[in-house]
């Protein structure tokens, strides 16, 4: 059935994605669409794009949430040319990154799937483990296979593949770097498919080498962005969007004495609805779902989130040259430091290079590292300059820096995650058929895969089945 009412909680990449899918169609070619629906997007801060945010450094616009998304997968490139942005995507110049350890920084292996090797040659050549941590990572293959139904941790896993020393030096850092979170907590199934994959074939590492072999194959980029900033995108969504509100916060969901539903808006007023699509954070929506699903609301309040903040830096042009080549560093909790990850922007992004400034953006913040949140702007930018000089040794002030904070930012998938999602979605679905629950904190916490959720609910609302969408 095609609803013609519907309002979308939440004006970040799902919401606005989904509201623009549900008015302008997956398939750009297909051309009677039948009724369009009437859609308002509700978003509570006072501006849209959630955890897509810009700010001008120095003069040069930037992104201070997401930077980039993920083109291995096909959603956020394809909606970013439906947008018209095609010809200001930009892929990265260089992807050679460093890891921070043991006091030097060292390559990350190629061949690695997040962090986990699939060539042990490289994984020799790199430095990165000890003797006695690469000749336990050797042992992988021989050791006898224990196949266990079930999810279980990153950690548990690698550990007990590979030892202790890869999980510690190289899963952490790349698992902090997307989730902000700790191996022994992530789930495997969850924010590890491809290792998960990886595990049916006759050892990990034969797996990994299988999954990296065929990556190498493919030449697109990995990773793409908008010249200018991803906000960009957010404009070009809001920009097809008759209705979206900011300021609107969303206080509860009544389901109507006639029938349908009622949205309550914390100005005390109301709108009605035939379908209710909510892609807030999980901690926001389990209050909202509460009164209708109480079994969902109880999942969803179990989705721990970690707080992060990201770091922009602009350093004088000439210190270009002290900063080794390559796109930036990650460094594993191990080592103690506050920096987690630091990217050189002007060297990693064709469109942020030959300007006046060298521009560096660094991340803080694990779901079990808070101290940066102890620290004021000017102590946090000083203590995070100063570990970027160690790591580097180019030891310069900046000329211009800029701290974001993102409170509750990053859901963390634990072990048992994927499990949890269905279940939240089989209670919604019997309880609220009305109800449609989708973001970051479901199937995926990048903008990818959060484009993609969007594609499948507008889809499944507007009865476009007729095919995925196309480039
Ligand atoms: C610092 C940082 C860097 C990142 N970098 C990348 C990256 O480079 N690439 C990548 O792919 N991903 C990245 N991510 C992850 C990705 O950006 C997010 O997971 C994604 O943008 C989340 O989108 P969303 O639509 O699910 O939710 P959000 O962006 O969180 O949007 C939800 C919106 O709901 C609103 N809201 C909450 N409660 C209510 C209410 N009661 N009523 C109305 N509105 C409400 C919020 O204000 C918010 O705007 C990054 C995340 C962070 C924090």
Known sequence: MTRSRIVVVGGGITGLATAWYLRHGLDPERGDRGVVPEVTVLEASDRLGGKIAGATLEGTPLDVGADAFLARRP???????????????????TGQVWLWVRGRLRPLPTGTVMGVPGDLRALARS????????????????????????????GEHVTRRFGADVTDVL???????????????????????????????RSLLAGMRAQTRQARGDDRPVFLTVAGGLGRMVDALADGLEDARTGAVV??????????????????????????????????????????VPAAARLLAGIPYASVAVVSLAYPAGVADGFPRGSGMLVPPSEGRLVKAATWSSRKWPHLADRDRFLLRASVGRID?????DLDDTELTAR???????ATGTHVAPVAGRVTRWERSLPQYEVGHARRVRDVRDAVRVRAPWLHVAGAAYDGVGLAPCVAQAEALAGGLTGDRTGRPRD
Do not use: C, F, N, Q
């Open 75 to 93: 959603e956020a490139e394809r909606l970013a040319r439906r947008l018209g942005l095609g010809d200001d995507l930009v892929a990265p110049a």
């Open 127 to 154: 430095g990165i483990l000890t003797p006695t941590g690469l000749v336990r990572a050797g042992l992988e293959p021989l050791l006898p296979r224990r196949r266990r139904a079930g999810d279980r941790s990153v």
């Open 171 to 201: 899963v952490e850092p790349l698992l902090g770097g997307v989730y902000a979170g700790r191996a022994d907590r992530l789930s495997l199934e969850a924010a590890a498919p491809a290792v998960a994959d990886a595990d049916r074939s």
């Open 251 to 292: 206080t509860g969901l009544a389901v109507a004495d006639a029938g349908g539903v009622e949205v309550l808006l914390g100005d005390g007023s109301r709108i009605a609805a035939d379908d209710v699509v909510l892609t807030v954070p999980a901690y926001a929506a389990a209050p909202l779902v509460a009164p209708v």
């Open 369 to 373: 590292d808070r101290r940066w949140e």
């Open 384 to 390: 995070v300059v100063a570990e970027i000089g160690e």
